[in-house]
């Protein structure tokens, strides 16, 4: 290991251009330095659920949008933000049925709902976009209600495609 891996003076270890990015709420002690550092979520999504537009329903609701495209998006990229939107919820990814889950919710969400929750899930609020991002709170609600309504269904439609592919197989070995 080289020897600087390690600071050998008082100094922050926090990135003046980490810093800049403005997702950290950082407590500095008397001297000026970092004691502590927190990252805060500044997305549209957080925002409408501070203000009370959406609820942790609607969160869940987001987090399984973002498990089942990064499911279907998996071999080509991954999204941090998304990532973090997972694993926050405790979710874990369940292959090809997320893939299919996502598919299917792709051909009933209208690129208007798809559009606002994209959008709620990646944008950050910011202090120029905030009076709009406010002004449409209503279309974001509209979006997630409709997402809230479509995931139950097509949980319930896969699971009864997986149950009778079962079925299936058990009815061919039984036969045989």
């Not at 869940?60 to 998304?82: D, G, I, M, N, V």
């Not at 976009?129 to 406010?134: H, K, P």
Request: include cysteine.
């Amino acid at each position: 290991m080289h020897q600087d891996a390690y600071p050998t003076k008082r100094e922050n270890l926090i990135s003046n251009w980490r810093l800049r990015k403005g997702d950290l709420d950082v407590s500095r002690d008397a001297a000026g330095y970092i004691n502590q550092a927190n990252v805060t979520d500044r997305t549209i999504l957080a925002y409408l659920i501070e203000i009370r537009a959406l609820d942790y329903g609607h969160l869940s609701a987001a987090a399984t949008y973002a498990l089942w495209q990064h499911a279907f998006r998996k071999p080509f990229f991954a999204e941090p933000r998304k990532i973090y939107l997972i694993e926050l919820l405790g979710q874990s990814e369940n292959g090809s049925f997320d893939e299919s889950a996502y598919r299917m919710l792709l051909r009933r969400l209208d690129r208007y709902h798809q559009d606002a929750i994209e959008r709620a899930i990646s944008d950050d609020v910011t202090p120029s976009n905030r009076d709009g991002v406010y002004a449409a709170r209503f279309k974001y609600l509209s979006a997630f209600d409709f997402l809230l309504r479509l995931i139950p269904q097509i949980e319930d439609e896969l699971h009864a495609i997986h149950d009778a592919a079962n079925k299936a197989k058990e009815n061919a070995c039984h036969a045989s």
